[in-house]
Structure formats: structure tokens, C-alpha cells
């Protein structure tokens, strides 16, 4: 038994995931190269492994010819006087085995032996690596930060290196070299040099995937993200439902005092989070979305994907956000264009009816229940989970 290439083989299939199958393949190809390189041809040769002992044979299939002087290649033929030597039952015409022993080959064709064997192991290697790597494709994995190349960031993922790319990077996020983070992985390609893995920090499936590990009801199904919006480093607003009628959604993405959304929050540095609940009803669904801003009334057309909204006076600015940001998001989440208006605006522009209450209730405005086009909830249910809480945005 050949145990030192035994062990040999053991380690590199603990060590690098290489069947030993695949390295017993490598070695015949590099026994196969050697004779090829010593003899010049090697379409005779043959190399037999055994799998269970490591011993290896290496023979040529050579023709037998009466004489030396019939012998016109002495890689294809042997005269009938040598293959007696080997075999006492040979005859003129037979195909005779002649062993070869690999202590005959030359230093080069060993040399280029070895390197069939380094070669077909580093492919292995990256194969294994690159079928690792694809299949957490659109996952989310942990790294460590290695160093910074330019503008990019190089990320160790275990067994390979990720390139966070500067599009991929929030703005103002800063590393330090040997911090793990979470990165989800966008793209594995295979290319010569190995696997490229590309990963993103701004990918609105990150913190989806974040909140699929940190929440077992969406894990189990019993909760559903039905859709997502994401401004990287500023904002997530995220549209829950819930299967089971006894399990409150945004509970249970919150968790006991805010313990689950808070974890997904310091990872992504301090990001706010609005989870509300996902609504069939456009109208709801919108009136959801826009929290934490009061809505009057609601008019959507599913069919055009647009929406009016009316708000109170003083709840405009809350209602569109800083820079919008608020009233985009509700957009990209519902689907839906929204067009967002102050009672005193919409009054203006006579795009509702409205009606004077009696004085006994205060004397204020108020927008007709029947002109909203769809029926609103009394009060949106959402959570908005941040470093600050606040009731209302600048």
C-alpha cells in the first residue's frame, strides 16, 4: 500500500472539498503526460490506480513481431524474444502488456507530471469554491473587512474575497480593517483567476434577508414581506402580512421592546425602519405607507396606478418628507404615483367636494368619507424603529 500518497490525498479532500476521485483522475492524466513527454506518444498507454491501496500500474499495449528487426516503433512493438521474457505464453500477432516504470522518467517529464496534478488541484480548488459562493448567491453573508483598494473595499468572506464596490457602498459608511459586517451577495462569476463575488450594502434585499433571519415568523412563512423600499443609509419602509390571524405582522418584526428591528437597525447603522401592514385595499394600503403622516381621504385608481391624497394643513410637510423622501418611498412601496395635497389646497384647487360641519363640532373643514373613492382605516397601523424616536421629520 502506497500510504503516504494515501494521506496525501485524505488531506487535500479534508482540507480543499477534492473528491479523491477527481486526484486519482489527476494523477493518471499526469502519469499519462509523462509518458507522453518521455516516449513522445502515449496512445498504447494506459494507467491502472487501485482506490483502495493507492498502488499504481502504468503499462503500454505493444504488438508482438517475430524479430527485433520487424520492430519498426519500439513504442508500439516488441519482438516475441522480449515478451517471452515477460510472458512465456506470448505469440507472434498477440497484444502484450508491458509494464513501465515511472522511476525511468526524465526529470522534465516529471516535473511536468507534478504540474498536471498542482493544475487540476487549483481548479478543483476554484470550482469548489465558486459552487460554495453560487449557491448563496442573493443571500446574505458575514465578512471582514481586509483593506481598502481605491474606492472599493475588499472583503474576506471565508474562503474568498468580495469586492464591495463604491456604488454598492452607503454614503458615510466608514470601515475599519478586521470589521465584520453583513454584505449581500448580488453576483458570483466564474472567471480564470476564480470566483468573483460581488456584494452590496445598499441592495434593498439586504434588509430583507436581514429581517428573514432575525424573524422567525417570515422565516416559517407565517409572515410575509410583500414589498420593500429602500433608500440606503436613510430610510426602509417595508409592507408586512401576516397568514395567521392571530399573529400581528409588525409585532412581530418588532419583537419584545423593539429587540428584533433593533438588531437589523445597528447593523445597518442606524438606518430608520417603518414596518406597516400590507392592505389589498389601495386605499389603505396608501394610507399605510405614508405614516406616520394622518390621512384624510384616499383616491386611487388601480387601473391607472396613480392616487390622490389629502392630508391635514399641518400634517403636509410630515406627509412628503425632507426632500420627499417620505412620499417617495410610499410610492415605491404601494406601486402607486401619488399626488399629495393639504385640505386647504385641495379645497383650492376644487379637486374634492367638501362640506361645512355645524358649528356644535368645532366649525372645522372636513373631506366627505364617500369622495375618498375607497374606505380608509380609522388610524394606520405602522411602527418607525430608529436611533431617535420622532413624531415628526424636519
Known amino acids: 500500500m502506497n500510504k503516504e500518497l494515501m494521506e496525501a490525498l485524505d488531506v487535500l479532500e ?14 493518471e492524466n499526469s502519469l499519462m503526460t509523462a509518458c ?9 498507454v494506459h494507467v491502472e490506480i487501485n482506490r483502495e491501496t493507492c498502488d499504481f500500474l502504468v503499462y503500454a499495449e505493444k504488438e508482438v513481431v517475430p524479430t527485433k528487426d520487424d520492430v519498426e516503433d519500439d513504442c508500439l512493438q516488441i519482438a516475441l524474444e522480449d515478451a517471452q521474457e515477460i510472458s512465456k505464453k506470448a505469440q507472434v500477432g498477440d497484444m502484450i502488456h508491458v509494464e513501465i516504470k515511472s522511476k525511468e522518467f526524465g526529470r522534465i517529464a516529471t516535473q511536468n507530471a507534478k504540474n498536471v496534478i498542482l493544475q487540476k488541484i487549483r481548479e478543483e480548488e476554484r470550482s469548489v469554491i465558486y459552487n460554495q459562493y453560487y449557491e448563496k448567491e442573493k443571500d446574505v453573508v458575514t465578512g471582514v473587512v481586509q483593506r481598502y483598494v481605491g474606492k472599493n473595499i475588499s472583503i474576506n468572506l471565508g474562503k474568498a474575497d468580495a469586492m464591495l464596490t463604491e456604488n ?77 390571524p392571530n399573529v400581528d405582522a409588525v409585532g412581530a418584526c418588532v419583537g419584545m421592546n423593539g429587540a428584533r428591528v ?9 438606518e430608520k425602519i417603518d414596518i406597516v401592514n400590507w392592505d389589498e385595499n389601495p386605499g389603505n394600503l396608501i394610507q399605510n405607507a405614508l405614516s406616520p403622516a394622518k390621512i384624510v381621504a384616499v383616491f386611487a385608481d388601480p387601473d391607472e396606478k396613480t392616487a390622490k391624497v389629502v392630508v391635514p394643513d399641518y400634517q403636509l410637510s410630515l406627509a412628503i418628507g425632507k426632500e420627499g423622501q417620505n412620499a417617495r418611498l410610499a410610492a415605491r412601496l404601494t406601486g402607486f404615483k401619488i399626488d399629495i395635497k393639504s385640505e386647504t389646497q385641495a379645497r383650492e384647487a376644487g379637486d374634492f367636494e367638501y362640506y361645512q360641519e355645524s358649528d356644535d363640532e368645532e366649525g372645522e373643514d372636513s373631506m366627505e368619507d364617500a369622495l375618498a373613492g375607497v374606505e380608509l382605516d380609522e388610524e394606520p397601523k405602522t411602527e418607525e424603529i430608529s436611533e431617535e424616536t420622532s413624531t415628526e421629520e424636519e
Open 14 to 27: 479534508k482540507e480543499k472539498e477534492i473528491s479523491k476521485e477527481t486526484l486519482f483522475e489527476a494523477i
Open 36 to 44: 507522453k513527454n518521455h516516449f513522445g506518444k502515449a496512445d498504447n
Open 168 to 244: 454598492e457602498q452607503v454614503k458615510g459608511e466608514v470601515f475599519k480593517p478586521t470589521e465584520r459586517i453583513k454584505v449581500y451577495i448580488v453576483e458570483v462569476k466564474n472567471t480564470p483567476k476564480g470566483p468573483r463575488i460581488n456584494v452590496s450594502r445598499t441592495h434593498p434585499e439586504l434588509v430583507k434577508r436581514l429581517f428573514e433571519s432575525e424573524v422567525t415568523e417570515i422565516k416559517d412563512g407565517t409572515v410575509e414581506i410583500k414589498s420593500i423600499a429602500r433608500e440606503a443609509g436613510s430610510r426602509t419602509k417595508i409592507a408586512v402580512w401576516s397568514n395567521n
Open 262 to 270: 433593533n438588531a437589523i437597525v445597528e447593523e445597518l447603522r442606524g
